[in-house]
């Protein structure tokens, strides 16, 4: 019999990363605004782009909350690996992940913000948007050991049918620290380290998004696989 909380957490995460990437395209966010930006060119992209910059601040919202139902709900399916360390590694896996989303927060604040009073000085203008990008790419740690307790509580699995296969806990392995190229953001403005980069941002956003579609195909396979009945 299906999980039906489980199925629905698990489609949650890819809809709202789905919904917030399509927020960002269509409020001139994606590509993303360069470090290097003129304030005069910034502040116009504020302004005329004001009501949609609204939207996606209101869609990163969503994005946290449909992340953290699937990361939760992950955390319930990791529970069922049997053995203490495997639990262990499932509240980890809860912990850090909300933890990995409270600067986002921080981002959808910050560009709201800075849509909100287009008269303002073109400086704070540019703060309030440098702050909100790097909210967004830079604060990476706490998911490196999200991924990796993902990671040891399925290789920790020995049952015959496992929960999760053991290449999805190589995957998290290697998705931890291909995500951590936002770390160098602070060290550069241009190229593929800056938060526009091709390493910092394009490669982490489709290796998260990537990961976050895989996890929910495999957490819907959990969610529908027929369990013993309760004795």
Do not use: H
Request: hydrophobic content about 55%; charged content about 10%; glycine content about 10%.
């Amino acid at each position: 019999m299906t999980n039906k909380a489980q199925a629905f957490a698990a489609l949650a995460g890819p809809i709202a990363a789905g919904f917030v990437g399509v927020s960002l395209f269509m409020a001139g966010l994606i590509p993303p605004t360069p470090p290097t930006i003129g304030q005069a060119e910034l502040v116009t992209l504020y302004t005329e782009n004001a009501t949609a910059i609204r939207i996606v601040a209101i869609a990163m919202l969503f994005l946290l909350s449909g992340l953290m139902l699937q990361y939760t709900a992950l955390g319930d399916q990791l529970w069922e690996i049997e053995g203490a360390q495997a639990r262990t590694w499932a509240r980890i896996q809860v912990t850090l992940g909300g933890i990995s989303l409270v600067p986002v927060y921080g981002t959808s604040i910050a560009w709201a913000l800075a849509s909100y009073r287009p008269e303002r000085a073109a400086e704070a203008t540019q703060m309030l948007s440098d702050l909100g990008w790097f909210f967004f790419v830079f604060p990476v740690a706490p998911a490196l050991f999200q991924m990796w307790a993902i990671g040891f509580s399925v290789l920790s699995d020995r049952a015959a049918r496992p929960v999760f296969p053991r290449w999805y806990g190589y995957l998290c392995f290697w998705v931890g620290i291909l995500l951590m190229t936002g770390l160098f953001v602070p060290f550069f403005k241009t190229g593929p380290f800056a938060w526009n980069g091709l390493l910092a941002f394009w490669v982490a956003a489709i290796t998260l998004g990537l990961w976050i579609n895989i996890t929910g195909g495999l957490m819907l396979g959990v969610a529908k696989r027929k369990r013993p009945a309760a004795g």
